[in-house]
Each structure stands twice: as C-alpha cells, then as structure tokens.
C-alpha cells in the first residue's frame, strides 16, 4: 500500500520526504486555503519534493469549468493528478480528463456506488472519506472493504485511495483490506512513529552499553 500525506504545508512535505516512506501527497481547497502565496508553485514544489501523484482539486462545480481548470492544474507539472468532486459535472469532466490521459482522482465517495460510477468513467483513484463517515455514526473502513471487493471483482485499475483518516488503524485496516493507498496527514505518521516500548527499548540498550564500556575500562 502506498503513502500519501494529506496537506498542502510544503514544509511537511519535505520533512516526511527525506525519511524516504512518502509515495505522493493529496491536497484540497480547505488546505491550500491555508497556505500563503501562490497555489501554482506550492504545488510544483511538492511535485518536485515527492517525485510522485500530487492531486490539486478544481473549485468550479460545472465540467466546463473542471476541464478548464484541470487542464490548467495538469499543464503545472506531470506529477499532478486532477482531482474533482463526485457530481455529474464531475464524473462528465472525469470522463473527458481519463480520455485525454489525464488522471483524475474522484474526490468526497461516501458510498460503494459511487466510487463504481467513477471507476466506469476512468478515474485513476477514488477517494472515499472514512473519519467523515465515521463522524456521522456508520463505519467508514466498511465501505473500503465493499469497494476493494468490487474493484477486484470488476478488475477496475482504479485505484482505492483511503481518504479522511483518522488515526494508524485507520492505516493498518486499510492495509489490511488491501486498499491501494492511504492518505494520512502528519499528525497520523508522527502517531505511526511512536511507541512507548521502543523509547524504554533504545534508552535501555544505550544504558546496558554505556555501563558494559564503562565496566572495561574500570
Ligand atoms: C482527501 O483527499 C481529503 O483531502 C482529506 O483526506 C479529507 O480529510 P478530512 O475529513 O480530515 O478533512
């Protein structure tokens, strides 16, 4: 399974891309709006941090305004990924995207129909929102597991973006499910590296090392 961070924060980006575990980044328009200066070159320099899929979002709601937009987005660097709303505009503007060659990520899925429609149409990923289904009392991870399910049985190369997570076992599951990426923002990687029996592990080698040197040299 593959690891993408979900934020528009390039700082974050470069710091999660130098410990090597990065595979691309997802973005929408509530992080880039927190971002200062100009969106087109955030973007191009997470493109050249991650080497790999960044999705940057279109803001219109008509297909008109998508393809305009999308095409405007994909002209910043190969590595974008077009990432539109599922709507009917948006799955007519993935339809024409996909067409073009374009890979377009088909963003908010909140049921497993959803993410077939958008899979129909040629969406390179789909993007279903666990932690928000979460929110509203049903189990998002169930909706990874009808998806996946169907996707292999259709044999869609679409591939099955875990979005809106939450926390690592929101990872683990998803991993475990077989989904084909997780979008995790930092706060749930930096969760991933701790664990209070490695500190004690490694404070204790060091000290059982320090004493066993300080003992030869006695
Ligand atoms: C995915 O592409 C979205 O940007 C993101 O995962 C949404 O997460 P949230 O529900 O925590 O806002």
Redesign the pocket.
């Known amino acids: 399974m593959k690891l993408f961070v ?1 934020t528009a924060n390039v700082k974050e980006i470069e710091t999660l891309a130098a410990l090597g575990i990065l595979d691309g980044v ?3 328009p ?2 880039l709006a927190k971002e200062s200066g100009d969106y087109r070159q955030i973007l191009k320099q997470m493109c050249q941090l991650v080497q790999g899929p960044v ?1 940057a ?1 279109v803001v219109a709601t008509d297909t008109e305004g998508m393809l305009r937009e999308g095409r405007d987005l994909a002209s910043i660097d190969e590595h974008i990924v077009i ?1 539109v709303p599922f709507t009917r505009d948006g799955v007519r503007a993935c339809k024409t995207l996909s067409s073009e060659g374009q890979r377009v ?1 088909v ?1 908010l899925i909140f049921s497993a129909a959803q993410a077939w429609l958008a899979a129909k149409v040629g969406a390179a990923y789909v ?1 279903p ?1 666990v ?2 289904l979460d ?1 509203i009392g049903t189990t998002g991870m169930n909706l990874i597991r009808e998806i996946v399910e169907i996707f292999d049985n259709a044999e869609f190369p679409t591939e099955v ?1 875990v ?4 926390g690592p076992i929101h990872l683990i599951e998803s991993a475990r499910i077989g989904a084909d990426v997780v ?1 995790a ?1 930092p706060a749930v990687i930096d969760q991933c590296f701790k664990h209070p029996l490695t500190d004690s592990g490694l404070a204790r080698f060091l000290k059982d090392w320090e004493q066993a040197q300080a003992a030869k040299t006695a």
């Open positions: 979900d997802t973005t929408n509530s992080l999705s979002e990432k990520n963003t993007s929102f932690g928000r929110d973006l979005a809106s997570i939450r979008t923002p």
